[in-house]
């Protein structure tokens, strides 16, 4: 049989079936990119920023000095250790603290004996006194007498309190809860009253301090927003926002304090944030994050056309919004994007085998 006219006998039944399976491979990809959620390119109102890097502090950032003088005897916290707040960080000799407190314990008991026995005398001259048995100076040098005797108690009262409050001096304890920076001291020297011991910080409390230049600070002051840009891309506002009423002379910058509210996490004195001032808001075009996708050194979005086909293009971003991002270049409002880049990829294949397909057909 001649092989030829075999051939020319199938090509219709051939063309039937491989144009059946470019139909089914078509609607297969019809069906793919129909199956992914999509959002429209639209403008949206955001505000301006001016961006400028600001300087984290520690609101509370004491030095712990001693108050009595006495000789180092422990030192149970270093540079970097978590302290809380009334923790004993340094412990001061106290032997000689000690015998101070107990000889005014002792001078105490000893007025208050004698102002009992002032007291005693007191009633037994005035009771003579009224029977006409004791003379007017008499009563006078009871009344003296008992006076004294009060005013002894008075001060043996105060210096046994004074002495108990230079012993619990001995005990240096942290005003608030945070870590140590610096350890002024050593074990066995001198502590004297106003020396340093400890310096730290509490990272309870932090703000943001950031040098703003005069044509800026105005929007400060009458917008009052400003954005704090933390590690991890978390974007807080701060609790209150102070400008100083006065510039710099050298750089003429306005410096404006930025209080955090709450603890931060991850965040230190003397790190740098980002800081976006509010001057004004504009219309820009926007797509939403989930759509963009990045591969290697491109980022684009996959487009669906009128006619339902997927195509890959690449854009031009700018800010970042959270759930959405500025489109500089690459899109115009109005046209569908594929909010599930991993579908619209696979449908973008199908797509391309049922094309393949199509001209095999053809």
Not at 148 to 162: G, K, M, N
Not at 229 to 257: C, K, W
Not at 331 to 342: F, R
């Amino acid at each position: 049989m001649n092989h030829r006219h075999i051939f020319t006998a199938l090509l219709p039944g051939l063309a039937l079936l491989f144009g059946t399976q470019g139909a089914v491979a078509a609607e297969a990809a019809a069906v793919q990119a129909a199956s992914f959620p999509t959002a429209e390119v639209t403008h949206r109102t955001v505000p301006r920023e001016y961006r400028l890097d600001g300087v984290v502090e520690a609101v509370n950032r004491t030095t712990v000095s001693a108050q009595t003088q006495g000789q180092v005897e422990e030192i149970l916290y270093d540079v970097d250790d978590f302290v809380n707040k009334g923790d004993v960080i340094a412990r001061l000799r106290d032997t000689e603290h000690r015998a101070r407190v107990a000889q005014a314990a002792a001078e105490l008991k000893s007025a208050t004996a004698q102002r009992v026995r002032a007291t005693d005398e007191y009633a037994r001259v005035e009771g003579l006194f009224k029977k006409k048995n004791a003379s007017a100076s008499e009563m006078d040098n009871a009344e003296a007498e008992l006076a004294s005797a009060e005013a002894r108690l008075d001060a043996a009262q105060a210096a046994l309190e004074q002495a108990q409050e230079q012993l619990k001096y001995t005990e240096i304890r942290a005003p608030y809860s945070g870590l140590v920076t610096n350890r002024h001291m050593q074990l066995g020297e001198i502590a004297s009253p106003g020396q340093p011991v400890m310096s730290g910080i509490s990272l309870e409390e932090l703000r943001v301090t950031v040098d703003v230049p005069q044509s800026v600070v105005s929007a400060v002051r009458e917008i009052g927003e400003v954005n704090v840009y933390l590690p991890g891309d978390e974007v807080v506002q701060p609790a209150r926002i102070t400008v100083f009423p006065f510039a710099d002379l050298g750089s003429n910058t306005f410096q404006v304090r930025l209080d955090l509210s709450g603890q931060v996490a991850d965040l230190f004195p003397g790190m740098f944030v980002k800081t976006g001032i509010i001057t004004g808001k504009k219309e820009e075009l926007t797509v939403p994050t989930e759509a963009v996708v990045y591969r290697s050194e491109v980022t684009g979005v996959y487009v669906l056309d009128p006619d339902g086909d997927v195509h890959l293009r690449q854009i031009r971003v700018g800010r970042n919004l959270g759930d959405a991002l500025v489109v500089l270049s690459g899109l115009s409002p109005g046209e569908t994007v594929a909010l599930d880049p991993i579908a619209a990829g696979v449908a973008l294949k199908a797509q391309a085998t049922a094309l393949v397909q199509g001209g095999r057909d053809g």
